[in-house]
């Protein structure tokens, strides 16, 4: 797992925080059966990110708890979460420790259990949490530590990952290879933090590698997209020529996700708030991998499609099992070193008909029973998307497994 520092250090006097699971809060009293989803916006410095939170707070009936993780002045800070009202017009002001502002990739992080602690305090006063991202922040440790705990009889799940992307900047952005445009723009982890001595060595020099090798946070914050926004669409001169470039330059590392154009977050909220984008719903996975009927590729990361034909026995979904688990974590591909951000699928047995839904992000995956099949799906497919994928690669990778 990445090495990233916890989100809660510690906790005012009222408030102690469980080290494990068991201890913690699991759901609210007033409704034992409620979860609160958690969206995640990301993007870089300047994107856009606090002007589309503003907006959602304008617009949405939603009682919100917005969360700014971002790295402060002292290692220990205290940021206000302001669960705003809509229906009464009030903001109430709880206080989350956190911390230097990075969150934790455990299984069972302080963090969450900080967050859950708030939906426990705050009752039926948040319907939605949204957490905004620092600019060189990595989505996929966040999302895979929301994800977790959603098994563990959390009160919180991640609802989807939002990422916004600067039009006058995002193509110099992903071209730029050896970090120059970065560094001269202040998109690097030690510009954007007045703690450098919160950054450990092996972040810097992983930060140092990637953008030797072109793979900026961008990259990374795109291929964990779940909705994205090319937002200051109103500074574009030649719109549709510069959209359609844009839109070319994302669909090369995402293939899969929704791509909107914005100006100072003018989106409408349910095309980024309640995807359920991590959940086993067949029609909504379908869609996805429907859409993604192509090969797309960036030099760098890319998204690449598998299809094969439906499983004929439930022997087979171990043996599709035994081939996700090498591939996601051994990082290998027909020997051939590999990195997997992101993954989805829909694994089919037609007689008697199984139906399962393949979820995954980095290392971690799921696959989700109890499916129907669609009238249009006609075989089984992954979608994956990462750096050095390539699907003649994948087909024989698999069929090692699949007998």
Known sequence: MDDIPQLVT???????????????????????????????????????????????????????????????????????????????????????????????????????????????????????????????????????????????????????VVTVVDSEHVLKCLDDVGGHWHRENNHVKNAQTTNVEDLTEEELQQEEEQLQEGITTAHLQIALADTILI??????????????????????????SPIYTTSFGDIELDLILDLHAYEGDVTKVSKSLLSNSASFHDSRISTVTLEFPFLASEEQFDQIESFLQYILWENKINDKEVEIHRLKGLLVQKDPEIVKVVQGVRDTYDTIEGGKLLDGVKSNKLVLIGKNLNQEDLKIELYKYLK
């Not at 408030?15 to 699971?21: C, D, F, L, N």
């Not at 937002?231 to 899969?256: C, F």
């Open 231 to 256: 937002n200051k669409y109103d500074k574009l001169q030649d719109k549709e020529k510069e959209v359609q470039a844009i839109t070319d330059r994302i669909r090369s590392i995402n293939g899969t």
């Open 10 to 160: 510690e906790l005012p006097a009222d408030g102690t925080i469980p080290s494990e699971r068991s201890t913690a809060p699991s759901v609210s009293s007033s409704d034992p059966t409620r979860k609160i989803p958690v969206t995640i916006i990301t993007g870089y410095l300047g994107s856009g990110k606090s002007t589309l939170l503003e907006n959602i707070g304008k617009t949405s009936k939603k009682k919100l708890a917005i969360i700014l993780n971002e790295f402060g002045d002292s290692s220990v800070i205290e940021k206000s979460v302001t669960i705003k009202d809509t229906e009464k017009s009030e903001s109430i002001q709880e206080w989350l420790d956190l911390g230097n502002g990075c969150l934790c990739c455990t299984v069972k992080d302080n963090g969450v259990v900080a967050i859950e602690q708030l939906v426990e305090k705050s009752k039926d006063r948040i319907d939605h949490i949204l957490l905004e991202t620092t600019g060189v922040a990595d989505p996929a440790p966040i999302a895979k530590m929301f994800w977790l705990d959603e098994g563990l009889s959390s009160n919180i799940y991640i609802d989807g």
